[in-house]
């Protein structure tokens, strides 16, 4: 029976989940009688606990790692990199600054996201564990970054001031150190207190699950409602709302992928590509409304290249 906060289920039925690579770890130095099938030799198991579907390890069987989401992440880098600079120009726009800082820490997150799901580093070695253990700090810190910008878009504080950067910052930070210091935790078992998991074939870990799962859903839905209220009630515009629609289409849209069609994509792709890279494209595609639907509710520039020639 699944309890919650059990990685079991989505580390079997879920390709390329990243956080199995922390349990792949935790079972590989404390029951590795666990791992079976593709899984029991790290040499060339997936990303996964044994899992229905994966893309072996870079060489092994012809694979060429997860190359389809590394591709998908480089070009999503180049995007959100144009993005950014985008948002730089832009310097009298309310809220310049702390959307750009949500569109770093999301550019953050694709290399390492590359990186643990890519199938190029082997299962339970230490560099991957970290990786790992950094990405989904990472993971958490952007959707509290989103939310930021949300709050900040009430202006219940004023924008680019210390008075919303402090408290903007200090949740970010407090949000990659507490996930990435758990994820650390449940991966190498520093400590007892988050890890292993018992039983061990439940993969269990309700603080990960909560800052991995719960957390990033939440804050999506509650940026959306913020957001509703803003465009809505406070600006009374209907056009830019219908960019936060779509935003929340594509968002919705690539979790549909990545935990429903991926498996479907890697039985018909022979194990060579899972749904990951379409979940990645719609993901980035979502952040890119993001930016127009910023654009669209801010004062524009005021010809930036009048006050501030180049």
């Not at 990186?115 to 700090?137: D, K, P, V, Y």
């Not at 878009?153 to 507490?178: K, M, Y």
Request: charged share 10%; glycine share 6%; with cysteine.
């Amino acid at each position: 029976m699944t309890h919650f906060g059990d990685f079991e289920p989505l580390c079997h039925q879920v390709p390329s989940y990243p956080w199995c690579n922390l349990f792949y770890r935790q079972l590989q130095h404390h029951n590795s009688s666990v791992l079976q099938g593709s899984s029991a030799d790290p040499a060339s198991a997936p990303v996964g606990v044994n899992p229905e579907c994966g893309i072996p390890l870079v060489g092994k069987d012809g694979s060429l790692a997860n190359i389809a989401n590394i591709i998908a992440c480089a070009l999503s880098m180049i995007v959100v990199l144009l993005l950014i600079i985008w948002t730089s120009r832009r310097r009298a726009a309310v809220g310049r600054i702390e959307f750009r800082l949500f569109l770093a820490a999301y550019f953050l997150t694709l290399p390492f996201q590359l990186i643990s799901t890519g199938s190029f580093l082997e299962q339970g070695s230490t560099a991957l564990t970290a990786i790992t253990a950094i990405h989904a700090g990472l993971v958490a810190a952007t959707f509290w970054s989103l939310l930021g910008n949300a709050i900040v878009s009430t202006q219940v504080v004023e924008d680019g001031t210390l008075s919303a950067l402090v408290p903007f910052n200090f949740f970010t930070l407090a949000f990659f150190i507490a996930t990435g210091y758990i994820a650390l935790d449940v991966g190498f078992s520093f400590t007892s207190v988050f890890g292993p998991s018992n039983p061990a074939v439940d993969l269990h870990s309700i603080p990960l699950f909560v800052l991995t799962s719960i957390w990033p859903g939440a804050a999506a839905i509650l940026y959306f409602c913020v957001m509703t209220y803003v465009v809505l009630g406070l600006l009374n515009e209907v056009r830019p709302m219908w960019y936060y629609v779509l935003a929340a289409v594509l968002f919705v849209l690539s979790q549909l992928d990545f935990f429903l069609l991926s498996k479907v994509i890697c039985r018909g792709a022979a194990h060579k590509v899972d749904g990951t890279f379409v979940a990645t494209v719609l993901e980035t595609a979502a952040v890119t409304v993001l930016y127009f639907a910023w654009r669209s509710i801010t004062e524009d520039s005021w010809e930036d290249d009048m006050y501030y020639p180049r």
